[in-house]
T-cell receptor, first 116, second 116 residues
């Protein structure tokens, strides 16, 4: 069964450093998402991406965040200057289509980001 | 404000028991509804989509009541492997401006422990 994959599984970085989290969505999926989950809290939407552009973003997704699909398979989330409060699990997700009868998103295993 | 509320839990039930999870959502214009399960420090995994007519998948039954803005999940004959946190998830669909919204909004989840 196809899966979303993410690398690395755990990233430790110092405050102020840039990090790039990588995702390979399911191969025939066209819509991609990033979510995050701070330890003990609910999963929160960050951004959605389709046709090489951001289609929607949340208030969390400020100028420090960016997303990119650099090639036909990878989807990346960059945080330019990490803060302590960016420490969280970051999940990538993908879906095949967006119509409301079958908008099912499948999640990758996550990258645990620890900012020290 | 768009909110998804769930029973706080935790639920501790013996093997073989029937357990019910409830969820309410704040926006009557919501389009799509899902139950995900999340094991500790893992990604959310799609359990089932919830359709207006209700749907069943083996031991799992999901119901939707749009008038009451209420979703439920019933697990019959619970197994040890059902132990997880169950997340109620809503997609709000089109926002007031008419633009499509495909972000998922998660509840905080209800933790289930099935005891031998």
């Amino acid at each position: 069964e196809p899966e979303v994959t993410q690398t690395p599984s755990h990233q430790v970085t110092q405050m102020g450093q840039e990090v790039i989290l990588r995702c390979v969505p399911i191969s025939n999926h066209l819509y991609f998402y990033w979510y995050r989950q701070i330890l003990g809290q609910k999963v929160e939407f960050l951004v959605s991406f389709y046709n090489n552009e951001i289609s929607e973003k949340s208030e969390i997704f400020d100028d420090q965040f960016s997303v990119e699909r650099p090639d036909g398979s990878n989807f990346t989330l960059k945080i330019r200057s990490t803060k302590l409060e960016d420490s969280a699990m970051y999940f990538c997700a993908s879906s095949r289509r967006r119509d409301f009868t079958a908008h099912e998103q499948y999640f990758g295993p996550g990258t645990r980001l620890t900012v020290t | 404000r768009k909110e998804v509320e769930q029973d706080p839990g935790p639920f501790n039930v013996p093997e073989g028991a029937t357990v019910a999870f409830n969820c309410t959502y704040s926006n009557s214009a919501s389009q799509s509804f899902f139950w995900y399960r999340q094991d500790c420090r893992k990604e959310p995994k799609l359990l089932m989509s919830v359709y207006s007519s209700g749907n069943e998948d083996g031991r799992f039954t999901a119901q939707l009541n749009r008038a009451s803005q209420y979703i439920s999940l019933l697990i019959r004959d619970s197994k040890l492997s059902d132990s997880a946190t169950y997340l109620c998830v809503v997609n709000w669909g089109f926002v007031d401006s008419g633009a499509g919204s495909y972000q998922l909004t998660f509840g905080k989840g209800t933790k289930l422990s099935v005891i031998p």
